[in-house]
């Protein structure tokens, strides 16, 4: 693979901090990156760039590290525009319509999937998505979950088992025997396609007694821990995500004291973050509050304690049918008490963090040359320009797209 040097960036988010200015953004000027076999080679001063087969010239612009959507429900089959419509003249959200996707998931043909996610994939990665976790959860039946998750795997390695995101309605009056469903077969049936398993821990979906079981049964066979929780209420779901050893708990809008003690006492000292890292981090999914029309989480409390915080999209037809990362930074900033700078950093490495990895969501040398280059000259213009497509180009795996 010829080698390619990205030169005359006018400022270059590396996310390694104590590296330039700006904090945990790790700035540097007049930088470039050399990228070699799907990994940056270099970075360093465009004034000492080493010799290159090809060259893209950033004209003075910000480039980043691709953005990292650890949430997202991408398979799924038709829409619900009226219910969104309907929420907007005051109804408010329950989260029962996962039912009505689930019932036009089962009916779609592998072929209908395969082509929604492919659609919402590439759509992200226009938007600077170069790495989106995938969750099932609108099948609910063995072959549905197994199914959801194969298509999954086509396109992303973070692929996540959430056949406990609602009880379908066929076992309404028996969750008792879907927990049962869900530990047992559709768990070894997901099991191949499958990282990561989760659970929607709320009122109206599974209690602290049936995830703890089915979280449990998925660390058996091998896969870690994400848990929705504390989305519609406050309730167990972040203090348990703590306890099982959850690499993040999503959502996080109503919490009390002890469910952010319980996040930042996981906190351990690390070489790559300033003040170090939780365990456990807290993934803010704005797009849903938006969608819904409903408070937004606190993340300057969150941060003031000492919590790692990622920043997703929750792309799903439902309650956030958005895949753009800048729009969740936008309102991370405008709606939630977080820097320019935090809620780039939480949309790029909290993401890498909230999946467990360390070659991603940064810019040095070893790690996925996945970046971008923006219409902008500053990381600040994602949040201070929303709603404007700011990013130009996109190298996934070092590949220009
Ligand atoms: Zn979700």
Known sequence: MPSLLVDDIGELVTNVAGRGEGGPLGIR????????????????????APPADRRIDAAGAAVLPGFVDSHAHLVFAGDRAAEFAARMTGEPYTGGGIRTTVGATRAASDGELRATVRR????ALRQGTTTIEIKSGYGLTVADEARSLRIAAEVTGETTFLGAHVVPAEYADRPDEYVSLVCGPMLAAARPYARWIDVFCERGAFDADHARAIL??????????????NQLGHGPGVRLGVELGAASVDHCT?????????????RFDCMCHEGGHTTTVATLLPGAEFSTRSPYPDARRLLDAGVTVALATDCNPGSSYTSSMPFCIALAVREMGMTPAEAVWAATA????????????????????????????????????????????????????
């Open 350 to 401: 909290g993401g890498a963090r909230a999946l467990r990895r360390d070659d991603i969501g940064v810019l040095r040398p070893g790690a996925r040359a996945d970046l971008i280059i923006l219409d902008a000259p500053s990381h600040l213009h994602l949040a201070y320009r929303p709603g404007v497509p700011l990013v130009r180009q996109v190298l996934h795996n070092g590949v220009p797209r």
């Open 120 to 123: 919402l994939r590439a759509e």
């Open 254 to 266: 109503h919490l009390t004291d002890a469910d952010v003690d319980a996040l930042a006492s996981t």
């Open 216 to 229: 449990t049964c998925g660390q058996a066979v091998g896969l870690d821990v994400r848990v929705h929780a």
């Open 29 to 48: 000027r007049r930088a470039a990156v050399l990228v070699e076999d799907g990994e940056v080679a270099w970075v360093g001063p465009a004034a000492d």
